[in-house]
C-alpha cells in the first residue's frame, strides 16, 4: 500500500473513532469539578464539552452531569473519575437504572393522589404507604404543586416550591417544600440537583412524606450505581416499616443493590420478601417480573 493510501486509510479511521467517542457534555455541576490537561486541571463550567477518554476530579462536595445523546453520567460523590472506564458502564443496557418501566412505577409512588382518605392525614409513612396525602388538604401551594406534577410540569413545579420555600414561615413546611423540589428535579430528569436537593432535607419519620422521601433518595442512588449509601438507607427503614407498598419498593431497590453488587442471593431473597408481603399490588408485579427475569 503506497503512503497516500496508507494516510487516507488512517485518516478514515481517525474520523471514525472520533465519532464513536463522542464528547460528553456538562450539563450540571456544583462544588469544584476539573478536567486533566498536560499541564495540571481545569476547570469546567456547565456546557462544556469533554473528551470521552478524559480524566474528571470532583472535591468540595460537588456532583456533575454529564450527557451525551441519550446517555447520562451522574457522579455524586468527589474522587477522580476516569471516563472512559464511566462511559462503558453507562452504554450497558440498564446500567445505573432499573429501567424506564420501573422507574416511571416508583415516580408514580412518589407523587401520585392519595387513594384512600386517612385521618389527619398523618400517619402515610407509619402505614408504609408510598401515595401523596397532604396534612393540610386547602393548602394552596400544595394543591398547585400537585397538580404541576400531575401534568408533568416540572419547571413549573419548581418555581412555585422555590418561592414556597422561600416564604415559608414553618420549618415542617420548609423540609416538606424542599423534598417536593427534589421530586420535581427528579421528575425532570435532573438526579444531581434532585439528590443536592434531598439532601437538605431533614425529614422526620412521623411526617406524612417520610417513607416517600426514603424511596426517592433511595432511587436516586441506585439510579447513580450508589449500592452502599442506598442500602444504608432502605435496610433500617424496612426494618422500621416491615409492611406496605413503600416496604416493597424499598425491598426491589434492595434487590437491585445486591445485584449490582454482586450477590444474587441476596438479591432473589430481597424480590421473594417484597413480593410475600402483598402479592396483590402493582409493585409486587414488577418485583415478580424481576425474578422470572433472574
Known amino acids: 500500500m503506497g503512503k497516500r493510501s496508507l494516510f487516507a486509510v488512517l485518516f478514515v479511521l481517525a474520523i471514525a473513532g472520533a465519532g464513536f467517542a463522542q464528547a460528553f457534555i456538562v450539563s450540571y455541576l456544583d462544588g469544584a469539578v476539573d478536567v486533566q490537561i498536560a499541564k495540571g486541571w481545569k476547570a469546567l463550567a456547565i456546557g462544556d464539552s469533554l473528551p470521552a477518554d478524559a480524566t474528571v476530579r470532583i472535591s468540595q462536595n460537588g456532583s456533575l452531569e454529564l450527557q451525551r445523546g441519550k446517555t447520562k453520567i451522574t457522579l455524586l460523590k468527589d474522587g477522580v473519575y476516569n471516563m472512559a472506564l464511566l462511559s462503558k458502564t453507562a452504554d450497558k443496557p440498564g446500567a445505573g437504572s432499573v429501567g424506564s418501566a420501573i422507574t416511571q412505577k416508583l415516580q408514580a409512588l412518589v407523587t401520585e393522589k392519595p387513594k384512600a382518605s386517612t385521618a389527619g392525614g398523618v400517619r402515610g409513612a407509619e402505614q408504609g404507604s408510598a401515595s401523596v ?5 386547602s393548602d394552596e401551594t400544595r394543591t398547585q404543586v400537585q397538580t404541576l ?61 417520610y417513607a416517600r422521601y426514603v424511596v426517592l433518595k433511595a432511587q436516586v442512588l441506585v439510579d447513580t450505581a450508589n449500592y452502599n449509601d442506598a442500602l444504608a438507607l432502605l435496610t433500617p427503614f424496612i426494618a422500621a416499616y416491615p409492611t406496605g407498598e413503600a416496604t416493597q419498593v424499598a425491598y426491589l431497590l434492595t434487590a437491585f443493590c445486591r445485584k449490582g453488587l454482586g450477590d444474587q442471593a441476596a438479591a432473589s431473597a430481597a424480590l421473594d420478601a417484597g413480593y410475600k408481603l402483598d402479592p396483590s399490588t402493582d409493585t409486587a408485579r414488577l418485583i415478580d417480573q424481576q425474578r422470572k427475569a433472574q
Not at 161 to 189: K, R, W
Request: proline share 2%; no cysteine; aromatic share 12%.
Open 133 to 137: 396525602t397532604w396534612v393540610d388538604e
Open 149 to 209: 406534577l400531575d401534568k408533568k410540569q416540572y419547571a413549573d413545579a419548581v418555581t412555585a416550591l422555590n418561592d414556597a420555600i422561600d416564604n415559608s414561615m414553618s420549618d415542617a413546611d420548609t423540609q416538606e417544600f424542599t423534598y417536593l423540589l427534589g421530586v420535581a428535579y427528579y421528575g425532570a430528569g435532573q438526579t444531581a440537583k434532585a439528590y443536592r436537593t434531598l439532601a437538605k432535607v431533614t425529614a422526620s419519620p412521623d411526617a406524612a412524606w
